[in-house]
Nanobody
Framework: QVQLVESGGGLVQPGGSLRLSCAAS????????IGWFRQAPGKEREGVSC????????YYADSVKGRFTISRDNAKNTVYLQMNSLKPEDPAVYYC?????????????????????WGQGTQVTVYS
């Protein structure tokens, strides 16, 4: 059974850090590009970052560039999102998802149509 499980969310003050994990089971994670998304209440789901399967290329939304770092550990079948300098606008439920077509090609699909499997999400809250 294909499954993605996110973890690592929590409460943090502005300027703090969290590391999210996306653990895969039932398939080999390194066969897929992996994207991180977030969705705040009342807002659409937005792409945050993506890491390719072929060469490990990484992509970031402008809003998180320089603060977030995506990485993958294929031996552990896990992708990480290191989030530093968290801001009040970062709180959301964060999701990971697979993209068999790759990071760049997945962007060509309407909405999140380029992503096949999703985790259940992990909540990130920034409070002051």
């Amino acid at each position: 059974q294909v499954q993605l499980v996110e973890s690592g969310g929590g409460l943090v003050q502005p300027g703090g850090s969290l590391r999210l994990s996306c653990a895969a089971s039932g398939f080999t994670l390194d066969d897929y590009a992996i994207g991180w998304f977030r969705q705040a209440p009342g807002k659409e789901r937005e792409g945050v970052s993506c890491i390719s399967s072929s060469d490990g290329s990484t992509y970031y939304a402008d809003s998180v560039k320089g603060r977030f770092t995506i990485s993958r550990d294929n031996a552990k079948n896990t992708v990480y999102l290191q989030m530093n300098s968290l801001k009040p606008e970062d709180p959301a439920v964060y999701y990971c998802a697979t993209a068999a077509v790759g990071c760049l090609a997945a962007q060509e699909y309407p909405g999140v149509g380029g992503y096949e499997y999703w985790g259940q999400g992990t909540q990130v809250t920034v409070y002051s």
